[in-house]
C-alpha cells in the first residue's frame, strides 16, 4: 500500500510492541520495509491510542489528528477465515481517502468510536508499567504478580495479557494464552478477538 500510495502524500510507520529491539529485529529484516519501522519496547503506544491487540490500524492525518481511530486491518485475504475481516473494503477506503475521494470520518465520529479506558483498563496500565520497570531492574519475581494483577484488570486487552508472556518465559502463542483468550472470549459472548469498526461502505 505504501509503494502505490507514497507519491500521493502518504506515509506509512509501523511499530512493533515487543520487549526488545532484538525481538522485532528478524521480523523487519524478513519483511525488508521500505518504510519507517520503529519497536515500542516501552510500550507506550497502547496506553496512549488504547491499543488492545494488534494488528491494529490508526489513521492520521497531515494535521496529526486521528483521521480513524484504532481499526483492525490486514494487508491481503489470507487471515479473513480465521477473522471473518475483508481487508478489501479498508484498503479500498484508504486509497479513496489518501486520493481525496472520500472521507476518513469526521471529528465526531472518530470520537464516538474512541473507547476511553475505565478505571480498571488504567489500572492494568499502571500495573503492567510497574512490573515491566521491576523486571528491567532485575525484580522479575517480584514483576509477576504485577503481570498477573494487570491481566486479571484487564482480560480483553491482549497488549497487555499477550505483550507479557515472552517478557516472563511463557510463549505468547501457547496454550496458556490460548486457554486465557477462549475463555476471555466466552465471557464476552464472541470469539472474536479482533473488532474492525462498524460503519458505512
Not at 521480523?27 to 496506553?47: F, K, M, N, R
Not at 497488549?159 to 490460548?178: K, V, W, Y
Amino acid at each position: 500500500m505504501y509503494e502505490e500510495l507514497k507519491d500521493e502524500g502518504f506515509a506509512v510507520v509501523t511499530v512493533a510492541i515487543d520487549r526488545s529491539a532484538d525481538d522485532a529485529r528478524p521480523w523487519i529484516e524478513l519483511a525488508a520495509p521500505s518504510h519507517p519501522s520503529l519497536i515500542d519496547t516501552e510500550h507506550l503506544l497502547p496506553d496512549l491510542y488504547g491499543i488492545i491487540n494488534v494488528p491494529t490500524v490508526i489513521w492520521i492525518d497531515e494535521d496529526g489528528r486521528i483521521a480513524r481511530p484504532n481499526d483492525v486491518s490486514f494487508g491481503s485475504n489470507r487471515l479473513k477465515v480465521m477473522t471473518g475481516i475483508d481487508s478489501e473494503r479498508h484498503l479500498k477506503r484508504l486509497r479513496a481517502w489518501v486520493r481525496g475521494h472520500g472521507p476518513a470520518m469526521t471529528p465526531s465520529e472518530v470520537r464516538a468510536h474512541q473507547e476511553l479506558p475505565t478505571a480498571a483498563d488504567q489500572e492494568a496500565r499502571a500495573e503492567f508499567t510497574l512490573a515491566w520497570w521491576l523486571t528491567q531492574q532485575g525484580h522479575a519475581d517480584d514483576a509477576e504478580r504485577h503481570y498477573v494483577r494487570a491481566g486479571d484488570l484487564a482480560p480483553h486487552d491482549l497488549t497487555i495479557r499477550r505483550g507479557s508472556m515472552p517478557i516472563r518465559g511463557l510463549n505468547p502463542m501457547g496454550f496458556a494464552f490460548l486457554k486465557v483468550a477462549l475463555k476471555t472470549a466466552l465471557k464476552r459472548r464472541s470469539l472474536w478477538l479482533y473488532r474492525p469498526i462498524k460503519d458505512s461502505p
